[in-house]
């Protein structure tokens, strides 16, 4: 036997199937050569396993996934947006003709924003809409009317709770602005609600097994444009700050106007705090901007009778003929201040939302009554009232500034990268928005009403 017939007779041994055309070498042996050639060394039968592993294991996966609940959208937020809105519809000759009040309900759903209108027939507007915990464990969302004036709190699965309802015996009865605050110092979370247009300013309080409402101030002829409360003198005790005026004029032609103070828990009655002489405000901001510790009163004066919009500053000493003018913009009209930090650094900023030049970054310097910086957001974004609050509806620490263009229909939402605002629309009224957005405001989901 020759070294070959030896391969052979072993390979039989062996038990490998003999190859005829090659004499000494196994069947499976040579299906290896073939493929150990044209793969590099990686011999046929260790492919075809390394497949049948790949293939089981492909199947496993999709077996797993098809098995698997689909994956959960991405977190939703915790928070939403309430809109306060008055909504017109033309007639036959072209007129609006006022549609009910609606409240609009903006939510993240986690893959988008999702809107749910809520009517009420018995009113035309909501001038706004807030959440509102009269009593622990009594939270709902508080709505403020016009014709009929009335304010009312809504809490899932029951019908509006009416807090106070009037009639002030002018043309219109409307209820314009409320600001919650624990008013006369008891623990009890009050309202001051502005109304239009005989000069009311009134404070509604939850009692045992009602409500209370008091007319703190009237005067005809008058519309108390914006209500808030603070503590400029710091003692403590919450002070009440309206903006009267002269009723509204579409002509350009002067409106006398004012910023009034009263302290319900001491009993003090009006008091002048800006003269606004032959022009108006129909937006102030009390809060402490500055992060001395005091609050202080910015008023946005309308240029309606002139001259650009001008920002002033209010003190608790300040004189009310000299407001420090902190900035002026070229508009006619500004309706919202409001102020958070956009940044995250723990010092506030300012965002006056203007009618035609834009929203605009207000940063206050080392003097907080000189001219602050004015940097513009977005000129792209209007509207008469142009609503707009910072807000932090993600919980991050920092506050994103929340806007209703309703020049576009729109809302949408800034945040500040590396300084600079990143715009994106959250949503945008299907065939435009024939009306106003009076007011933004955040709600937790959990008090939004199902359905
Ligand atoms: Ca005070
Ligand atoms: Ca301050
Ligand atoms: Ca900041
Ligand atoms: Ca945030």
């Known amino acids: 036997m020759n070294r070959d017939d030896a391969k052979d007779a072993k390979a039989s041994q062996n038990g490998a199937r003999f190859n005829p055309a090659m004499p000494g070498v196994a069947a499976d042996r040579v299906i290896r050569y073939h493929i150990a050639i044209r793969h590099g060394g990686i011999p ?18 999709t077996l797993t996934l098809a098995c698997a609940p ?58 706004k809409a807030m959440v509102y915990e009269p009593r622990p464990g009594e939270a709902g969302i508080l709505t403020a009317g016009g014709t009929g004036a009335s304010l009312k709190l809504l809490r899932n699965g029951a019908e509006p709770e009416i807090l106070w309802q009037a009639d002030f015996g002018g043309k219109h009865s409307r209820m314009r602005d409320v600001e919650i605050a624990d008013i006369f110092g008891d623990g009890t979370q009050a309202l001051a609600d502005a109304t239009h247009d005989q000069g009311v300013v009134a404070v509604v309080t939850p009692t045992a097994d009602g409500w209370e409402a008091v007319e703190i101030d009237s005067e ?21 700050y309206a903006t009267p005026s002269l009723p509204n004029k579409l002509d350009g032609t002067p409106q006398p106007g004012w910023v009034v103070r009263y302290v319900p828990a001491t009993g003090e009655g009006r008091v002048e705090v800006a003269d606004l002489e032959d022009r108006h405000a129909k937006e102030i901001l009390v809060d402490d901007v500055d992060g001395d510790g005091t609050d202080e009163l910015y008023v946005a004066i309308e240029a309606v009778a002139g001259g650009r919009v001008e920002i ?20 006619k009209l500004c309706r919202f201040l409001t102020s958070g930090d956009v940044d995250g650094d723990g010092n506030k900023e300012m965002v006056a939302a203007a009618h035609k030049s834009g929203l605009w970054l207000l940063e206050p310097g080392q003097d907080p ?25 993600d919980d991050d620490g920092i506050d994103e500034l929340y806007v209703a263009n309703d020049n576009a229909g729109e809302v949408n939402r800034y945040v500040w990268r590396d300084g600079s605002p990143v715009k994106e629309n959250l949503y945008t009224h299907p065939e435009g928005l024939s ?14 009403p199902a359905g």
Not at 46 to 59: A, G, N, Q, V
Not at 435 to 447: A, K, Q, R
Request: glycine letters at 8%; proline letters at 9%; zero cysteines.
């Open 220 to 240: 005809p002829n008058t519309f108390v444009h914006e209500i808030e409360v603070g503590d400029l003198d710091g003692d403590g005790v919450v002070e009440i």
């Open 369 to 393: 009554s000189a001219p602050w910086a004015i940097t513009s957001i977005d000129r792209n974004s209007g509207g008469f009232e142009h609503a707009a609050i910072l807000t932090d509806l």
């Open 70 to 127: 689909a994956p959960p959208p991405p977190d939703a937020l915790d928070n939403g947006l309430l809109l306060a809105l008055a909504v017109l519809e033309k007639d036959a000759n072209g007129r609006p003709v006022p549609q009910p009040a609606q409240l609009g309900i903006l939510t993240d759903t986690g893959v988008g924003w999702s809107y749910t209108p809520v009517s009420d027939p018995e009113s035309n507007v909501f001038h």
């Open 44 to 61: 046929l039968m260790e492919i075809l396993r390394m497949i049948r592993s790949l293939t089981t294991l492909i199947s496993l996966l």
């Open 435 to 448: 009306g106003f957005t009076w007011n933004i405001m955040p709600v937790p989901v959990e008090l939004i």
């Open 312 to 331: 002033r500053r209010y003190d608790a000493d300040t004189d009310p003929a000299e407001g420090a003018l902190v900035a002026s913009l070229e508009d």
